[in-house]
């Protein structure tokens, strides 16, 4: 069996931690100049707890700054070559509309010539066929009449 444990003997008057801290004027003058050098610290740690904290909201606002900053190039650069890229198609667009007029006019001229060869190919053969009629007639006149 393990040995008891002895108790440590308690001291005399109050013990509370809290007590001594309303009491300023019981205090020893050592515990005093202790309890001022802990409420100097304590202040002193805030001021460098809000310096740190000052500081690092101005570096995140700096580089949210600096982000919207690249985002706001690079959305204009992204817009610059979306531009560039809309007048290459437009101009394509143009060109390809261009090519298509141009083989509308062609067809059309195209079809023009072809309707005047045929008209042009009818009056050959009809003046031919009218040619050959008066040449039938010419050797076959008296078996017609």
Do not use: W
């Not at 069996?1 to 809290?18: C, L, Y």
């Not at 000052?54 to 690249?70: G, L, P, Q, Y």
């Not at 560039?84 to 023009?112: F, P, T, V, Y």
């Amino acid at each position: 069996m393990a040995p008891t444990r002895k108790k440590a003997p308690t001291p005399e008057g109050n013990t509370d931690s809290d007590s001594g801290a309303h009491q300023s004027s019981l205090m020893p003058a050592a515990l005093q100049q202790i309890v001022t050098n802990i409420e100097k610290i304590r202040a002193k740690r805030s001021k460098v707890r809000k310096a740190i904290e000052t500081d690092f909201a101005h570096s995140v606002a700096e580089m949210k700054a600096r982000i919207t900053k690249h985002y706001d190039t690079e959305k204009i650069k992204r817009s610059e070559i979306m531009n560039k890229q809309l007048d290459r198609l437009a101009k394509a667009i143009e060109k390809k509309a261009a090519c298509e007029d141009a083989i509308i006019n062609m067809i059309g001229s195209l079809s023009e010539e072809g309707a005047n060869l045929a008209a042009l190919m009818n009056s050959v053969h009809a003046g031919r066929q009218n040619a050959i009629n008066v040449a039938l007639n010419a050797h076959q006149p008296e078996k017609r009449r």
